[in-house]
């Protein structure tokens, strides 16, 4: 797990990693907003660029389901591989 583990991942990286949307939903039960942070801070430290998302009151998986909000997150998604291409 020590060695999967994505920001230990990204403290040993010998190169820039690619850009990367970081999409973080307000009630998300699985993965709580500080280690979103502290992804996110890492991946900067890397020199990654990093879009990122905020979804007040959404659960974790909302994009599973329809709703407006998931109608912006894939608005979102699509605009972002859009910019990388």
């Known amino acids: 797990m020590e060695d999967a583990n994505v920001i230990g991942v990204l403290e040993r990286m010998k190169k820039q990693p690619p ?26 430290t890397a020199g990654g660029a990093v879009d990122y998302a905020f979804f007040p009151g959404q659960p974790h998986a909302f994009a599973h389901r329809p709703s407006d909000a998931t109608n912006a997150c894939i608005e979102l998604m699509v605009d972002f591989i859009r910019r990388q291409l």
Not at 19 to 44: C, F, H, R
């Open 19 to 44: 850009p990367v949307l970081i999409v973080q939903p307000g009630e998300d039960q699985n993965i709580p907003l500080k280690m979103t942070q502290s992804l996110i801070s890492a991946y900067q």
